[in-house]
């Protein structure tokens, strides 16, 4: 009896380890994600624009096949990459986080400067489906996995520098759970968004009660509107995250100077209103200048892109010279 006690014991003891592992598991995978905030809005904000021209029943099925592809992206391919920088190649995570801060600049940066000069109206086209269908959606939903691998690299490198040292399974389970989390928030996001009208119109339809009419209508009325809404949230998230993804790279390599100007204005501010509005105030500015940092050289890389990027891509790519 004593030893099927002692037994008892060590089980409970042991189940006692992994459930606080699996409690740190997801502390650690809650606040990693909470600093990929700008990339996660981003990828909820960009997805949309891939359903245009389907018909409402096939929105959910996309979605899901682009999620499928999201989950594969960051479980099969970056995750075990971000492992082997991590514990190999540790170096090699500021300067790419650094270069994913600068491509989360350029791409707030072009939104700003697209809403500022828009495009043509002859180079704006909506594709409709016709003939193929199903090649068209194989086309789409391939195009929105490509960028999101883009996007879930920036995550996973985000969420990876947020991992305190800890031993391989723990860092492993973390951005495992984080990775799935975080796919799961932002394509559910999208799945609820999109469907958001046809919820309301279904609700303004098949209702006789007035106040469920009036929701439906509502929901149908403003749904345009918090599309646009999101589109300006995520481009700001953008912008204040990859500036301050570079300030603090730079800070790393000895840059310190700039991130020290923010941190000094922000505190200054902050001391210059009532103690209970300081917080909000320090927050607000040094959001205020990461962001205006990240607009800036945003709006620098734009011509490098156009000029010397873009080109050298297409030559590698084939498409040089091909109209």
Not at 305 to 321: C, E, H, L, T, Y
């Amino acid at each position: 009896m004593s030893g099927l006690l002692a037994l008892l014991d060590d089980v409970a003891g042991i189940a006692k380890v992994a459930a606080a592992s699996i409690d740190d598991v997801a502390v650690g995978a809650a606040k990693a994600s909470a600093k990929a905030a700008g990339a996660v809005i981003d990828d909820a904000a960009v997805t949309p624009k891939y359903l245009h021209g389907f018909e409402a029943k096939r929105e959910l099925p996309i979605i899901w096949k682009i999620a499928k592809g999201s989950v594969k992206n960051k479980l099969l391919i970056l995750l075990p990459v971000a492992l082997i920088l991590a514990n190999f190649a540790p170096w090699l995570i500021p300067p790419l986080l650094m270069l994913g801060g600068a491509y989360l600049c350029f791409e707030g940066a072009e939104k700003v400067y697209h809403t500022v000069v828009p495009h043509n109206a002859h180079n704006v086209r909506v594709e409709v489906s016709v003939g193929d269908s199903a090649h068209l959606e194989e086309k789409k939903a391939s195009g929105a996995i490509k960028t999101d691998f883009i996007l879930s690299a920036e995550i996973m490198t985000i969420i990876l520098s947020g991992i305190p040292d800890t031993n391989f399974w723990m860092e492993a389970s973390t951005l495992a759970v984080a990775g799935v989390v975080i796919t799961v928030a932002v394509y559910g996001s999208v799945a609820l968004i999109v469907k958001m009208d046809d919820l309301g119109l279904l609700m303004y339809a098949n209702s006789d009660w007035f106040m469920v009419r009036a929701v439906g209508r509502a929901l149908v009325r403003g749904m345009p509107y918090f599309m646009k809404l999101l589109t300006i949230v995520g481009t700001a998230a953008m912008l204040w995250v990859g500036g301050s993804i570079v300030i603090h790279g730079l800070e790393e390599l000895g840059f310190g100077w700039l991130g020290h100007y923010g941190h000094d204005l922000a505190f200054a501010l902050g001391r210059s209103v009532p103690a209970d509005f300081s917080g909000i105030i320090e927050w607000t500015t040094k959001a205020t200048t990461d962001g205006v940092l990240g607009l800036t050289l945003g709006l620098v890389l734009i011509p490098v892109a156009q000029k010397v990027i873009i080109p050298i891509v297409d030559i590698f790519s084939g498409k040089n010279g091909k109209h």
